[in-house]
């Protein structure tokens, strides 16, 4: 494999073409209008105009992005997370053209992508999951029966869904047929599948997922789990590897549940199986992405590899080269999503342009971002300006580090969710990894942000005051050496 394009913008396509080129492998970037002047068009090799900013005439145009690969030679795509990423046609499409595709087979990809399917495939396998129905159901009575039997609340889930959409939550039977025809409703406007299922909901749940990565030789493995449950609108915002939470049992179990998983639909590459985790800590599985997750960096930090060299290693026809006993949990890591949005109004995104852009530096700590000072972040993609990563050797020692990390960095221009970063680290909730999925719901208010906006102004008027002063004392100590010692010294005595 000489040359890789990367279907993809921001963070991820910077973060795929780096090891693409350690690898000595040739990049290519494909951008729209809006990313014209973005880092990794400027970073790849070659790089190739999409079309228009909207994401449906540039980044969704797969049969554009194959014309660009047979047009320069390119070996293989790799699609990041989004866009066409887990699009069984897409990557079918890619396949037939010869050439490689960065990812699992499309087979496997169309298996995960239905809930439905899922649950049917792995039920051979015997993984846990949720009480519930493992068929689609759009008769309002039939299913005001199912969900007596399951009992109260439950939850109805859009079959092709995800990010939350098509997803409503009933907690009792006079609100079941009205929720019903919502989530129908939603999961048409946003899929164009209504299909629905019925599940036990899982009232105030862990986020729990197992990355695992598959050869093409059979040999599959996990790479331990990721915490994932601080969330706004069923969306990550902190994830950290190992959990708090799992004991080595319970992970040998949850592991070797994903592996399942994967066997269950013949998976390669990385992939990671999410899971519910209740107060008790009993699992269940809740769905398989099929392809790199945002929040990969905290597992490769743990067990120092690189995902994105395992996805083109594997691609390659290689072999993993090690076994599960072989993969050890090295210290802890923490990944704050920094988003332009205003956490303390409902996390409603944010448009501006980035006037002051600082990382911070440091042993330990990673920064993957895909903008720089004077950038406005566009509107019509994903709002993420960037992952902030943080490891260490102990989760105590990992949260210290991540709230210096949040000190060092410096954005202006638009709000960001660093500052609720900051209050995640300090909360005890958190530092006790006593939470879930209702962390935001039950710990946090918009007053709680005007704490730190107070304190960063006492601190902001602490270092002027001491600036003043030292500039202050560097004029005197200006004005002694160049007419000698004042008067008030030679004259300290006459006083007396």
């Known amino acids: 494999m000489k040359k890789i394009l990367v279907a993809n913008r921001g963070e991820i396509a910077l973060r795929v073409m780096r090891t693409a080129k350690a690898m000595g492998i040739k990049t290519v970037a494909v951008f729209s209008e809006a990313d014209r002047h973005a880092k990794h068009v400027r970073f790849a090799d070659e790089a190739v105009l999409l079309g228009p900013p909207p994401s449906a005439q540039s980044y969704l145009l797969g049969d554009k992005i ?19 990423s887990e699009n069984a046609g897409f990557a079918r499409k890619v396949k037939e053209a010869g050439i490689t595709f960065i990812g699992p087979s499309p087979e ?13 495939a792995v039920k051979a396998y015997g993984v846990p999951m949720v009480p519930g129905i ?20 439950i939850l109805i889930k859009a079959s092709a869904g995800g990010g939350g959409k098509g997803m409503r939550v009933v907690n009792e039977p006079s609100e079941f047929e009205e929720q019903m ?7 048409t406007a946003s899929f164009g599948d209504g299909s629905v299922f019925i599940e036990k909901y899982v009232g ?53 549940a994903a592996v399942n998983v994967a066997k269950a639909c013949n998976y390669t590459g990385a992939g990671t199986v999410e899971f519910l985790v209740d107060e008790n800590l009993n699992f269940y599985f809740l769905e398989m992405n099929t392809r790199l997750q945002v929040e990969h960096p905290v597992t490769e930090l743990i067990c120092d590899l690189d995902l994105v060299k395992e996805q083109i290693r594997v691609a390659k026809g290689e072999p993993l080269g090690y076994t599960q006993e072989d993969l050890k949990i090295n210290g802890h890591s923490i990944e704050l999503r920094i988003c332009a949005e205003d956490p303390a109004n409902n996390f409603l995104p944010e448009v501006g342009t980035l006037e002051t852009y600082r990382i911070p530096v440091g042993e330990g700590i990673r920064v993957d971002d895909g903008f720089e000072e004077g950038v406005e972040i566009p509107i019509f993609y994903d709002n993420m300006i960037a992952k902030l990563i943080v490891h260490a050797e102990s989760r105590d020692a990992a949260i210290a580090k991540m709230k210096q990390a949040i000190h060092q960095y410096r954005i202006e221009g638009l709000k960001t969710t660093l500052e609720f970063g900051e ?15 209702k962390f935001i719901e039950k710990f946090f208010n918009p007053e709680n942000l005007l704490a730190y906006d107070s304190k960063e102004a006492e601190v902001a008027a602490m270092a002027a005051s001491l600036i003043f002063r030292k500039e202050k004392q560097a004029r005197v100590d200006a004005e002694v050496e160049r007419h000698g010692e004042s ?3 030679n004259n300290r005595t006459s006083r007396r």
Not at 134 to 140: N, P, S, V
Not at 181 to 187: D, F, G, P, Q
Not at 231 to 252: D, F, G, I, M
Request: proline letters at 5%; charged letters at 30%.
């Open 66 to 84: 194959l014309d660009i690969c047979k047009e320069l030679g390119v070996d293989g795509i790799h699609p990041g997370y989004g866009f066409l």
């Open 108 to 120: 496997a990809m169309e298996v995960m992508g239905s809930k439905l399917g899922a649950k049917d």
């Open 134 to 153: 493992d068929k689609a159901i759009t008769d309002i009575e039939e299913s005001k029966k199912i969900a007596a039997e399951i009992g109260y609340p």
């Open 181 to 187: 025809k919502l989530a129908v409703s939603e999961a």
């Open 204 to 256: 105030s749940p862990r986020h729990i997922e197992i990355q695992v990565l598959g050869d093409n030789f059979g040999n599959i493995v996990y790479l331990f789990e990721r915490e994932c449950s601080i969330q706004r609108r069923h969306q990550k915002l902190v994830e950290e590897a190992p959990s708090a939470v799992l004991t080595p049992e319970l992970r040998k179990q949850m592991g070797e």
């Open 423 to 437: 209050f995640v680290m300090d909360h005890p909730a958190f530092m006790e990894g006593k939470f879930d999925t």
């Open 487 to 489: 008067n008030w010294r």
